[in-house]
């Protein structure tokens, strides 16, 4: 009897030793299959490229955003587009392969959200400001309304207000302090804020409005400016807003897009939009 328990247990060891040799080897397969997975799915990504449509005033911060965020992705490639928010939601309707879109507003990426260019609606990333720039001081005393009626004024610039947001808060900003039929003859429109900027730093223009932010990516440059008071124009919320592509169907690709719109607003990037002279937007969650 004692010999029939001793082989029987005996043999339960044995089964039990291959069963558990079995599991580990399934285990190890398994192991070398993710590993596998994993390393194409980096190949992937080091061969996938995204696009990014930026509004003009949002590119330097825009490029800092860029070097924090390749630290964390080594292998993420990107091209970016800068314009006028208005042209490049034009792109976007004309079939550009555009996967992520940061306006300068929040109308163009509604608009597009409206009409199906994405499946999700836009989340506003930062809040511009508005200010007046010139190449002589402006005078901390003098009333901005005075400045834009003055005669030694005879060109002011502001950004194509059709395409650019930053052009349609400074046509009602000119509206409201009631100037805006008094100066008609002394506006030259460029075709977003950097042109602006470009026509005040040449002399072509004698004041411009454009953003904050310009100021602050340039200081050296601009010596005199004045912030507009915001009770005289609607905020300038800033959205995002994913596109609709054929080419996000790629697993990889998808992934390093939805990566770079949460990074944008992680608590990583609060420092860029302080330093840019952004507002940042109460979002419930932040991603870190």
């Not at 696009?51 to 005033?57: F, M």
């Not at 989340?123 to 002589?136: D, F, H, T, W």
């Amino acid at each position: 009897m004692k010999h029939l328990v001793d082989r029987y247990f005996q043999f339960c060891k044995s089964s039990l030793f291959q069963r558990f040799t079995f599991f580990g080897f399934i285990l190890f397969l398994f192991g070398i299959s993710l590993f596998a997975e994993k390393i194409k799915f980096e190949e992937q990504d080091s061969d996938q490229e995204i696009i990014v449509a930026v509004a003009a005033n949002f590119k330097s911060p825009m490029e800092e955003i860029q070097r924090m965020f390749q630290k964390q992705y080594p292998n993420s490639k990107i091209m970016y587009l800068y314009g006028a928010s208005g042209h490049l939601t034009n792109q976007i309707r004309n079939g550009a392969p555009i996967d992520l879109f940061l306006s300068a507003d929040l109308d163009f990426p509604t608009t597009l959200y409206q009409e199906g260019y994405s499946e999700n609606p836009p989340e506003v990333y930062a809040e511009g400001i508005l200010i007046l720039v010139g190449n002589e001081t402006l005078g901390s005393e003098t009333p901005i309304p005075t400045i834009l009626e003055s005669k030694q004024t005879k060109h002011i610039a502001i950004a194509n207000p059709k395409t650019a947001p930053y052009g349609r808060a400074a046509v009602e900003y000119l509206q409201k302090v009631g100037v805006w039929k008094s100066i008609q003859d002394k506006l030259v429109y460029g075709e977003s804020v950097t042109q602006v900027n470009q026509f005040v730093l040449a002399g072509a223009s004698d004041i411009g409005f454009t953003s904050y932010s310009a100021v602050k990516s340039n200081e050296n440059l601009w010596k005199y400016w004045k912030k507009i008071d915001p009770e005289f124009i609607s905020p300038i919320l800033q959205g995002k807003i994913l596109i609709k592509s054929k080419s996000l169907n790629q697993s990889g690709k998808r992934k390093m897009v939805q990566n770079l719109y949460q990074f944008i607003n992680s608590n990583y990037t609060d420092s860029i939009f302080k330093k840019y002279g952004y507002g940042i937007p109460n979002l419930n969650a932040k991603s870190k």
